[in-house]
Structures are given as C-alpha cells and as structure tokens.
C-alpha cells in the first residue's frame, strides 16, 4: 500500500530510527527552543519530549501570536467592543484572553457584540450585512496571518466597504528572536525555526540573527519525522560547532519564501515597535497601517486611549515565551491559572505553552 503524502512523515520507524541517533549523538545537556506555538503543540501531541535523553531541554519561544499580545491591545479590544455601534470580529483563541479587568468573552456575556470569524473574510461579509454597524477586526498574527489580512484590507477598499476597520496587534518574528538573544540569561544551544511563518519569509529572514549569534537554526515541518529530524541536525551541529541555518522543510519552504504575499504585506503595512505580552517593547516588530490605509485603521478612526496597567501578579508567562521558565514553575500554574479559568495569555490559547502543558503533561 502506498503512504499518502503525510504518512511518510509520521512513520513509526524511521521516527524510532531518529530518535535512536538523537540518543547516540547527544553528549552534552542541550536547550532548544522551538520557536512556534504549533510546534508546541505537534511535541506534546506526539509525545516527542518523552523519547528524548535527559540531555535535551526544550522550551517554547515567543511564536504564539495570542500570548504575546499585549495587555493593552486586548484592553483595546475590550473598549472597541463595549461601543453600541461597534461588532467586534475576532479569531476564537482570543476570546478568553485576560485584558487588565475583562475579556471579549465576558464582554460578549454582558451583551457586546463580539463575534468569532475565521478570516477577516468573514468579518468583511458582517460588514455588508450590518452596513448601520461599525464592524472592526481583531488582527492578531504573524507572518503566516498577515499577507491574508492585507488581502481583506484591499478587497474592503476596493469594494467601498466603509464600515470596516482593523485593529493591528500584528508581530514579526524575527525582532522578536533577534530581542531574544540579547536578553540577560537566556541561553539557547539550537532554534527549531517556524514552517509556516518561513513559507512566507524564506529562510532568509533569520539570516541576520543567525550571522550575528551563530546559535543552530533549523525550518522545519510540523510532522513527527520533521522535527525529530530537525532535532538530530541541531544535535549534530552542536557536537561539531559547526553552526548552520538550514532548510529542512523544502516540500513546503522555498528559498525565497512567498514575494506575492510579501508584497501585499508590505503594501499594507508596515513596520513599528510593538509591545509583546510580557517581553516589552521590541523595535520594528510589529506592523501598523500605512497612512494610505487611515480609513481602515480602528486606531485612528476610533478614540481609543488605554491607560498603562501591570500585568496579572505572578504570572510567567514571559518568562515562559523567552525560554527561562517551564510552565509548571510557574506558581499559579494548575492552582489559580487553569484552561477554565486562565490568568494568562498562555493558558488560554490552544497553542500556548501553559495550556499544552497542561493538556500533555503528566
Ligand atoms: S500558568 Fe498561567 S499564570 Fe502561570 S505563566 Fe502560564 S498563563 Fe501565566
């Protein structure tokens, strides 16, 4: 019988076969980060943590766009939708996210019109259906989100689409790896670099970092062969030094990522500091509505002025994005914070290090 194409990347055997040389290759202790929150997710799933010596840690990085949203942009979200004449469209993930005193799903249950899309598509189709309502879209995403959420921005401009309007919370990921690496303790021996976001970036866009830290980079796919395949190359280039930023998700990957959705992208957008959720401000991570889109942009067509507000007390969460801490050292971490009644960002999001944790660990 022939495997299908995604068989072939979870084969049991050659999946043991990695693990085995993983085991042989790992001399000394290992810290990896995998950089994405579906990679999070795909090593819980598959239970890649429990077949790996005790040499190798892996942490998860700043790659889950609900859990670096910051506070203030959630609060932002929170005042757009306690407006009467405003539908709030957004992706699920962020309905339950904390902001400093509510949440959209709180807000929804006290009466706001808070709907759940799964593309501004569908948030474009509840403008022309409420053309009496302000509808504005919760843009939350990275490189793999944001070429298509310029695509909605455009189609809304050229369809005269005038009661509609997006909230930027967008990021970048590689500021955001480069802010890593020069924070105090942090230490990273490898990088499993995300697939997704490289479809649209290339390879490339990690070069700078790669250049100036040296630390081993790999792309790499989302199936159980991908990433045990990516860890053994991390291992590899760790025991000879020979540090390499390499592609090792070609079936998906190409050299030059996607230019097209680049270009729309960058048509849109572009680049300003951004507040991640618990790192701070990273200069040129985020991306903003240029001011030929002013029309489209809730930060300027709404007043909308968000005091500063400390995070919740005791939660780790940044901590936890940038590889310092494990969930489960985090002291609210199955006590106060759990998926029913999360305190932070990372336990809400199904691609949070906190809540897969939660869902995995035993
Ligand atoms: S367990 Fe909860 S409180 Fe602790 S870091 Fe995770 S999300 Fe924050």
């Known amino acids: 019988m022939s495997l299908t194409y995604n068989q072939e990347f979870k ?50 990085g700043p790659g889950c766009p609900v859990c670096v949203t910051a506070q203030k942009d959630i609060d932002a979200y929170v005042m757009l939708a306690r407006r009467p004449d405003v539908i709030l469209t957004t992706f699920g993930d ?7 005193g509510s949440s959209l799903a709180a807000e929804k249950a ?18 022309k259906e409420n053309p009496d309502k302000e509808i504005v879209f919760c843009a939350v995403g990275f490189e793999t989100t944001i070429p298509t959420i310029a695509g909605g921005i455009l189609t809304a401009k050229a ?23 020069e924070t105090d303790g942090v230490e990273i021996d490898g990088f ?17 970092s790669f250049e100036k830290y040296r630390i081993p980079a790999v792309v790499t796919g989302f199936e159980p062969v991908d990433i045990l ?4 190359m991390l291992v590899e280039q760790n025991a000879s030094q020979a540090p390499r930023l390499v592609n090792a998700y070609p079936r998906a990957v190409a050299d030059a990522g ?44 709404f007043d909308i002025s968000i005091p500063d507000t400390p995070e919740p007390a005791g939660c ?9 801490k494990r969930p489960d050292q985090c002291r609210l971490y199955k006590k106060a914070c759990t998926p029913i009644h999360p305190v932070g960002p990372c336990m809400v999001s199904s691609e949070g290090a906190c809540a897969a944790f939660y869902k995995y660990s035993r």
């Open 11 to 60: 084969d049991p055997e050659l999946s043991k076969a990695l693990v085995a040389r993983i085991r042989e290759k790992s001399a000394r202790p290992l810290r990896i980060m995998e950089v994405c929150g579906t990679h999070t997710m795909a090593i819980f799933r598959y239970g890649i943590r429990s077949v790996l010596p005790d040499t190798i840690t892996l942490l998860s």
């Open 229 to 232: 395949k990516a860890l053994l």
């Open 192 to 208: 499993i670099l995300p697939g997704h976001v490289s479809v649209i970036t290339g390879p490339d866009a990690f070069a700078p």
């Open 110 to 127: 006290k009466g706001a019109d808070v709907r759940m899309v799964y593309s501004i598509f569908d948030a474009l189709s509840v403008a």
């Open 258 to 301: 996607n230019p097209k959705a680049r270009a729309i992208m960058d048509q849109v957008f572009e680049k300003a500091d951004a507040l991640w959720r618990g790192i701070g401000n990273i200069p040129d991570s985020g991306m903003v509505l240029r001011d030929l889109f002013h029309e489209v942009d809730a930060a300027r067509k």
């Open 159 to 181: 369809q005269g689409i005038n009661n509609f309007s997006v909230y930027s919370a967008n990021k970048l990921t590689p500021p955001a790896l480069a802010a890593l690496m």
């Open 316 to 324: 780790d969460c940044g901590q936890i994005l940038m590889g310092l």
């Open 94 to 100: 962020l309905m339950k996210v904390p902001g400093s």
